[in-house]
């Protein structure tokens, strides 16, 4: 595509995570990079027939729940056990009998509430606890997990939607703003209760939200799983012939540094050591301990490195680039990740099965990293066919930023092609 016909596609919010949020469960919780449910639709209304649609990269559910109900089966994994939890609740079917309980015991946690009648809760261990919350929210919420916990029995449905109302509450009396690329705080922050939320109210407006979606069933199955997309086959069982995913793009974004308010909160973080352990075993991570790692990382001799990748590499390492060699580590590491996960995807398609990989390209110091054209040379060494990187939309005001459907059809193992386990270098191209 001409950069003239590039810079005539437009931001289009209705392709990112801000259509989900009036879209039933898919608009439970956000996440900033989740995509939108418009993109995923559109790819799986091309298929009539029922499949099996895989997600490596499940963030919050999105495609597992858009297959679930367009009647395909779903199956997704995420290395983050927090949104795994949140995936299979939102992916669940919920009877008319759980969601007349849940809003039962709902009106049972306030009554608890009001009358002082449970023990708050610790609050969590977040990192300066007061920039989040003023002292009255947080002794609510504290309260109010308490009686969650007290009212509704352990791993049951009531207590795991009740717990998606409470992180939309905890949310949305805190001092978090959603307006950045990351999760940061309100510029003018308010350090106390703003006057016009009743909090109680609050909740059960959150409780009548997350039921209102709940009350939507998928006609599809969807499996939520604990994987590393590096390791596919040790977490799904194939084959799949339909993969519509959008994996962590090479922007330092990190999804542990998002998810923390409700990381703390839920007792799936504990300290910011274990936050940056947990970013560290994710592609992409570069949070904490994640930063000092890729300081003494070194590339393996068993990685592809296309050319394009290449000549980024050595421009992001440039010494005029004050932290260059840190950030071209970040960059190979990156690719050396999803050279790993294009080697393991292999052995879990069927066939004929096709690809989506909805990403974006990026920028470090000005030097351009070609993205999509990364994932496509590196498919097209596996033996992919028809692998195309598709424009879809223009990714903010930076005019060379733009999100990529890069797509692609499996046909089976080809001889002359170079999965991870020859360990041989395709011509052109380096290994390590
Ligand atoms: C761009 S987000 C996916 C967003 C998702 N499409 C949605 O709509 O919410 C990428 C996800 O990949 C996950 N991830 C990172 N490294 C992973 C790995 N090695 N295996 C599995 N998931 C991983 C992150 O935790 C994150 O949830």
Redesign the pocket.
């Known amino acids: 595509m001409s950069v003239l016909a590039k810079e005539r596609i437009r931001q289009r919010a209705d392709l990112t995570?801000k259509f989900n949020t009036t879209s039933g469960r898919h608009g439970w919780l956000r996440?900033t990079?989740?995509?939108s449910v418009k993109v995923v639709e559109e790819l799986i209304n091309r298929y009539d027939d029922s499949r099996r649609v895989l997600?490596?990269?499940?963030?919050?559910?999105?495609?597992a729940l858009c297959a679930g109900y367009h009647g395909h089966e779903g199956v997704t994994?995420?290395?983050?056990p927090f949104?795994v939890w949140f995936g299979q609740v939102k992916t669940a079917h919920y009877s008319d009998a759980t969601i007349a309980s849940t809003r039962r015991t709902c009106a049972r946690v306030l009554e608890a509430v009001k009358r002082d009648a449970v023990e708050p809760a610790t609050p969590p261990p977040i990192h300066n606890i007061a920039r989040w919350w003023c002292s009255d929210a947080l002794q609510f919420l504290c309260m109010l997990k308490a009686g969650i916990e007290a009212e509704s029995e352990e791993d049951s449905p009531e207590r795991d939607l009740l717990t998606v109302a409470f992180c939309r509450t905890l949310i949305k009396l805190s001092n978090a703003a959603f307006n950045h690329q990351s999760m940061s705080y309100k510029e003018d922050r308010q350090l106390s209760i703003p006057f016009d939320i009743d909090v109680s109210e609050a909740f059960v407006e959150d409780t009548r939200f997350v039921l209102w979606g709940a009350e939507e069933n998928p006609p599809g199955a969807a499996s939520v799983l604990f994987?590393?997309?590096?390791k596919l086959s040790d977490a799904v069982a194939g084959p799949f012939d339909l993969v519509i995913?959008?994996?962590?793009?090479a922007n330092r974004m990190s999804?542990i540094r998002e998810l923390r308010p409700y990381m703390y909160w839920l007792g799936f973080l504990d300290s910011g050591r274990d936050a940056g352990e947990l970013d560290w075993?994710?592609?992409?991570g570069t949070w904490g301990v994640a930063t000092s790692r890729l300081t003494d990382w070194e590339r393996s001799t068993e990685s592809l490195v296309p050319p394009s990748l290449e000549v980024a590499l050595n421009g992001i390492a440039h010494h005029t680039n004050k932290n260059g060699k840190i950030l071209a580590n970040y960059v190979a590491k990156y690719f050396e990740?999803l050279w790993e996960h294009f080697n393991s995807l292999i052995t879990v398609l069927a066939d004929g099965s096709e690809l989506h990989y909805i990403v974006g390209n990026s920028t470090f110091y000005g030097v351009l990293l070609p993205v999509e054209q990364i994932y496509a040379t590196m498919l097209e060494q596996l033996g992919f066919e028809d692998v195309r990187p598709n424009v879809i939309r223009k990714r903010n005001s930076k005019k060379e930023l733009f999100e990529f459907d890069v797509s692609a059809r499996w046909g089976g193992p080809k001889s002359g092609t170079c999965p991870q386990a020859t360990r041989s270098a395709p011509t052109g191209m380096t290994v390590g």
Do not use: E, K, V
């Not at 994987?227 to 590096?230: K, M, N």
């Not at 075993?281 to 992409?284: F, Q």
């Open positions: 995570y996440l990079p989740a995509y997600d490596p990269f499940c963030g919050t559910a999105t495609t994994t995420d290395i983050n949104l994987g590393d997309a590096r995913t959008s994996p962590p793009y999804y075993s994710a592609i992409g990740d």
